[in-house]
C-alpha cells in the first residue's frame, strides 16, 4: 500500500510563492510516476504537473510552466512543487498522486494514478 501526505499549502498574496511537499511511503520514487493535481472550488480536478518515475524529467500544463518547479529527493521519498508568481486562478485544494503507467509527455489524467493524497488547500489572494 503507499501513502501520499501532503503539506505546504496556505494563504499567499498574488505573486507570492508556496512550496508543497508530497510525502511518499511504502515504496520508493522510483516505482511511481508522482503527479499534481488541483481543485478549484466548482471546477473538476484538474492535472498540473508530473515528474517521471525513471529519469526525473518532467511536465507541465501551459498555465503553470515557468512558474511552478517539481522535484524530488529520492533519498527522503519525497516529492515537492515549488509554485511562484502565484495567481488568484491558482487557488484549489492540492493533490499529489502515484501511478505506474501514464501517457508520457500529456497532461495528467485521474485514472492514471492509483493512489492520492488527502490534499491541501492553497489559497492566493489579497
Known amino acids: 500500500q503507499v501513502n501520499l501526505v501532503e503539506s505546504g499549502g496556505g494563504l499567499v498574496q498574488p505573486g507570492g510563492s508556496l512550496r508543497l511537499s508530497c510525502a511518499v511511503s511504502?515504496?520508493?520514487?522510483?516505482?511511481?510516476?508522482i503527479a499534481w493535481f488541483r481543485q478549484a472550488p466548482g471546477n473538476n480536478r484538474e492535472g498540473v504537473s508530473y515528474?517521471?518515475?525513471?529519469?526525473?524529467?518532467?511536465f507541465y500544463i501551459d498555465s503553470v510552466k515557468g512558474r511552478f518547479t517539481v522535484s524530488r529527493d529520492a533519498d527522503k521519498n519525497i516529492v515537492f512543487l515549488q509554485m511562484n508568481r502565484l495567481r488568484p486562478e491558482d487557488t484549489g485544494v492540492y493533490y499529489c498522486?502515484?501511478?505506474?503507467?501514464?501517457?508520457?509527455?500529456?497532461?495528467?489524467?485521474?485514472?492514471?494514478?492509483?493512489?492520492w493524497g488527502q490534499g491541501t488547500q492553497v489559497t492566493v489572494s489579497t
Open positions: 498522486a502515484a501511478g505506474q503507467w501514464i501517457n508520457e509527455n500529456d497532461i495528467p489524467a485521474e485514472y492514471e494514478y492509483e493512489y
Open positions: 511504502g515504496a520508493p520514487l522510483r516505482y511511481y510516476h
Open positions: 515528474i517521471h518515475k525513471d529519469d526525473g524529467s518532467t
